[in-house]
């Protein structure tokens, strides 16, 4: 579901314009005064944290948390589901609600096909990113290299993908399929071999194993880089920084995998964009963008939440309902505040990220839906590992593409193009003085660019489109916290799972690769960067 809330100062009339207005997407929208929130009303009569928004599929569902009060098409609410066309006043302002708009926003990213050809080995110190050839080791055209791309390959004679010259084989001899990092190879028209044992269904072709067909032996080789990418922007992420640049290279290039991406940055950094930006820019783009807040969601409702429930499984469970698995599935499905999570929840999590397995809650039917999962966390949560707070095991099955979103005072030099992109979306009438923006690049942010709008929004509201130094109103924010998440960090807390995975499975790297559910050549290469031999 796409919308919108259409913000104005007063009552809404027929000719009357709007003072700004907000997206509504699957995730929670936190309306009040101060600038923690993500929409900043500036007005006495308005609570610091006056009411949620919470858009779930096909429902947008609005919360009181104010003393002031809320009202809901002249009537005051608690809890009530907003639909086309009602009318939320907060203080003086009043919002028209507009659910799926003609005018709905265009992808902000081009989708990109699956890069089932290659791999992310690693992320650590730059982009690792490893390409499948396919190597023959032995047998006619001895040490000729051929590149798997697509995702499968159909290797024998003429006709073929793969043409070999080898007399003994025929058009589309066998079968090679990377999958995830992994090789299956599949039967053709001919015989194929791995391990002496003739190959009658799919069978996985592990490092060092060789596939042979008529006199031709074969292996798939992973030919490691490092790569540095750049873009100049992401989604609706902007920025001019070489820093930020790279990280809009990077979220790119990954949103082309299937892995788990664990985005990692203070709150209000824009990690809900760069999420967005990920599916759009992925081969899941025509699928469903689900969104659950963690930390909002109680620890006795977590499963249901997530897996969904049969009728009858608990009190008030009236219908069967899907969780945010199967509402995703084809998509990408985001855990936004995963560091919240409590202890029981994490195993429940862990065993479905692991298997890929779903049940219901009062279910005994397993379903196994095809989700792309992308998490985010404003903690410490290395810290929380070590310190027995958060699974290791679960931190790194999300952490297996991990990126750090730099905090806005960390880059000055990219606050003129944000702060632009921001005046442009609040209204197109917006302008910024030099003075205005020398003192926006002189405060320190700690709300970061959700802050950043929100004074920008005070600012059109209380003063009009000219935005000159004496407009902008700062407000200090109670209980501001920052993460300062650094690379190294991170490498610790990943080496500490490994190295447990390592012990669990006798010093056999291959087991311990599918302990940790990723490729064997990612562990080792992992192991290479540490100095462990």
Request: proline letters at 6%.
């Amino acid at each position: 579901m796409y919308g919108r809330l259409l913000f104005y100062r007063g009552e809404p009339t027929p000719h009357a314009d709007p003072v700004f207005a907000w997206k509504l997407r699957p995730a929670r929208t936190r309306i009040g005064r101060t600038d923690d929130n993500d929409v900043v009303l500036p007005d006495d009569a308005v609570s610091r944290s006056h009411c949620l928004v919470d858009v779930r599929d096909d429902t947008v569902e609005l919360t009181d948390r104010s003393s002031n009060g809320t009202w809901l098409n002249g009537e005051r609410t608690r809890r009530a589901f907003l639909h086309d066309g009602d009318i939320v006043r907060i203080g003086p302002f009043h919002a028209r609600v507009e659910l799926n708009p003609a005018d709905a926003p265009a992808p902000t990213e081009e989708s990109q096909g699956e890069a089932r050809h290659e791999e992310i080995v690693d992320a650590g110190a730059g982009l690792v990113v490893a390409e499948a050839s396919l190597v023959v080791a032995a047998g006619p055209g001895e040490g000729r290299r051929f590149k798997l791309r697509g995702g499968r390959a159909t290797v024998g004679g003429e006709g073929s993908r793969v043409v070999l010259p080898d007399a003994g084989l025929v058009r589309d001899h066998v079968r090679i399929r990377l999958v995830a990092g992994r090789t299956l190879v599949e039967p053709g028209a001919g015989a194929a071999f791995v391990g002496g044992v003739r190959v009658r269904e799919p069978l996985p072709l592990y490092p060092g194993e060789e596939l042979r067909v008529g006199e031709t032996l074969l292996r798939v080789d992973w030919d490691a880089q490092v790569e540095a990418p750049t873009a100049d922007r992401f989604g609706e992420m902007v920025g001019s920084s070489q820093g930020m640049r790279g990280i809009f290279g990077l979220l790119r290039r990954m949103a082309a995998h299937h892995a788990p991406v664990l985005l990692i940055g203070d709150s209000g950094t824009g990690k809900e964009l760069a999420a967005r930006g990920i599916h759009e820019a992925s081969p899941r783009a025509a699928g469903k963008f689900v969104a659950v807040n963690c930390g909002a969601i109680t620890a006795s409702l977590f499963e249901s939440e997530l897996f969904g429930h049969e009728k009858g499984a608990f009190t008030g469970a009236n219908d069967r309902r899907d969780g945010a698995f199967q509402r995703a599935d084809g998509g990408t499905l985001v855990l936004d505040e995963v560091g919240e999570l409590p202890e029981e929840a994490q195993a429940k999590l862990l065993r479905a990220l692991e298997t890929g397995e779903v049940r219901r809650v009062g279910g005994s039917e397993p379903t196994w839906p095809d989700v792309r999962v992308v998490a985010a966390t404003n903690r410490r949560l290395q810290d929380d590992v070590r310190e027995g707070r958060f699974r290791g095991d679960l931190f790194f099955r999300l952490a297996v593409l991990p990126v750090r979103i730099p905090a806005l005072r960390e880059r000055p030099e990219d606050i003129p193009a944000t702060a632009t992109a921001i005046a442009a979306k609040i209204h197109p009438q917006v302008r910024i003085s030099a003075e205005a923006m020398a003192a926006l690049q002189g405060y320190h942010w700690p709300g970061n660019a959700r802050e950043l709008r929100n004074v920008l929004t005070r600012a059109f509201v209380l003063f009009g489109p000219a935005i000159e130094a004496s407009s902008l109103i700062f407000t200090p924010l109670d209980g501001e916290t920052t993460t300062d998440v650094g690379r190294r960090s991170i490498d610790d807390a990943e080496r500490d799972v490994v190295m447990d995975a390592l012990r669990r499975a006798a010093d056999n790297r291959t087991v311990a690769a599918r302990l940790l559910g990723i490729p064997r050549s990612s562990l080792l290469y992992k192991l290479k960067r540490w100095g462990v031999e």
